[in-house]
């Protein structure tokens, strides 16, 4: 698992790459975590280069989600052409909860909103 984030006109893109299981959930949690409870109130978390997504790693999408909206802030998910990912979050209805966008134009749109 790997973790990198930028931040540039006051959002914050985490990215994440390898697999969110329970080995590589662990390994970025306390990170993760981290750089989504910055003062950066808009977050786009990019699991484009995620290769395989467990529960536990959808666990840590929502709650972060969920924590950065008490906050005030909000938290998008980009999947990119990644439909692995994509299709376990609509299969699990997570995409109710954060926007799940193709497109980085379409994630920082959403998390702009």
Do not use: W
């Not at 790693?57 to 990644?82: D, E, F, P, T, Y």
């Not at 994509?86 to 997570?94: A, C, E, F, Q, W």
């Amino acid at each position: 698992m790997s973790i990198d984030y930028t931040d540039a006109e006051g959002v914050r893109h985490i990215q994440v790459s390898g697999r969110l299981d329970i080995p590589g959930a662990a390994a970025i949690d306390v990170p993760l975590t981290a750089l989504a409870a910055s003062q950066m109130m808009r977050v786009i978390l990019d699991l484009e280069a995620v290769e395989f997504l467990s529960s536990i790693g959808i666990r840590q999408v929502v709650s972060n989600a969920k924590a950065q909206r008490q906050r005030g802030g909000k938290l998008v998910v980009h999947v990119g052409g990644n439909a692995q990912v994509r299709d376990t979050l609509v299969s699990t209805g997570i995409h109710q909860l954060v926007p799940v966008c193709d497109t980085l134009e379409e994630a920082r749109a959403a998390a702009l909103a």
